[in-house]
């Protein structure tokens, strides 16, 4: 079992920048996949990024966000720059097992998830 706490959420004006980290506790992180997710009101939960064996994002967040990990404090981060009022959403990250993450932009890929952060960006 994987328990999952995101922080670093909060108001920021458009072009500014925010960390967001997803600690896990109960089991090494490095031996999984993590995938970040976002859902803003109204809409879908959408696949932003993740980290596997390398990283991959979302087109809308390409160029913008990068993910890293740090596995002595078993945690994942988003590091998210230039951002925009439409980045503006409910932040997940979210845990799988690496064998499992082939489709790692869907969110039923992944077994575990955090709480979310809410991002709200000012224009």
């Known amino acids: 079992q994987v328990q999952l706490v995101e922080s670093g959420g909060g108001l920021v004006q458009a072009g500014g920048s925010l960390r967001l980290s997803c600690a896990a506790s109960g089991r090494t992180f490095s031996g999984y996949a993590v995938g970040w997710f976002r859902q803003a009101p109204g809409k879908e939960r959408e696949f932003v990024g993740a980290i596997i064996f390398s990283t991959y994002f979302a087109d809308s967040v390409k160029g913008r966000f990068t993910i890293s990990r740090d596995n002595e404090k078993n945690s994942v981060y988003l590091q998210m720059n230039s951002l925009k009022p439409e980045d503006t959403a409910v932040y997940y990250c979210?845990?799988?097992?690496?064998?499992?993450?082939?489709?790692?932009?869907?969110?039923?890929?992944?077994?575990?998830w955090g709480q979310g952060t809410q991002v709200t960006v000012q224009s």
């Open positions: 979210a845990a799988c097992a690496l064998v499992d993450s082939t489709y790692y932009t869907s969110s039923s890929t992944y077994n575990y």
